[in-house]
C-alpha cells in the first residue's frame, strides 16, 4: 500500500472558540463539536476563574483545573489553555494560528473586528439548556 501524503502543516485549518465550561452538559458538547467540524484542529480557551467571576459575577462550580481536565479530555479538542481575559482574544487567535474563531451566537457581532485575521463563526446555541439554568435549577432542588 503507498504511502498517503501528508498534509503540510499549514495547509491544515486550525479553530478557535473559548468558554467558561463550567457543570458541563450537552450543550457544550455540542458547540465543541460544531467547531471542530469547521477545521482540522480545535483549540480551546477555557475560561479562568477570576475571568468568570469578572464576567459572570461568581465563581464557577468547578475549578479551573478541573474544567481545562474535561475539555482536554474530549475526543476533539486537540489542545486546551486558560483564558485570562476578553481583551486578549487577538492575542490568543495569533498565538495558536487559528484561521476560524467559533463562538455563541449570544456574542453574535461581538468579535467581527476579528476578521482582519481570521474568520468569524457564530453558532447557535443550544436550546433550553444553560448553566446559568442548571444551577438555579440544582440550588431551588436543595
Not at 453574535?108 to 482582519?116: I, M, N, P, S, W
Request: hydrophobic share 45%.
Amino acid at each position: 500500500m503507498p504511502d498517503q501524503p501528508i498534509e503540510p502543516a499549514a495547509a491544515r485549518r486550525t479553530v478557535i472558540t473559548f468558554g467558561t465550561f463550567d457543570v458541563f452538559h450537552v450543550g457544550h458538547l455540542r458547540v465543541i463539536e460544531r467547531a471542530a467540524a469547521l477545521g482540522d484542529r480545535l483549540v480551546v480557551g477555557v475560561s479562568a476563574d477570576a475571568l468568570n467571576l469578572r464576567k459572570k459575577g461568581r465563581e464557577p462550580v468547578f475549578s479551573q483545573a478541573e474544567r481545562l481536565e474535561i475539555v482536554a479530555a474530549l475526543k476533539p479538542v486537540d489542545e486546551v489553555f486558560v483564558e485570562e481575559s476578553l481583551e486578549l482574544k487577538r492575542d490568543y487567535i495569533t498565538r495558536y494560528a487559528a484561521d476560524v474563531l467559533v463562538m455563541g451566537d449570544d456574542w453574535a457581532g461581538r468579535f467581527d473586528e476579528f476578521h482582519d485575521i481570521c474568520e468569524v463563526v457564530y453558532l447557535p446555541r443550544t436550546p433550553a439548556i444553560s448553566t446559568t439554568a442548571l444551577i438555579e435549577k440544582i440550588s431551588s432542588a436543595t
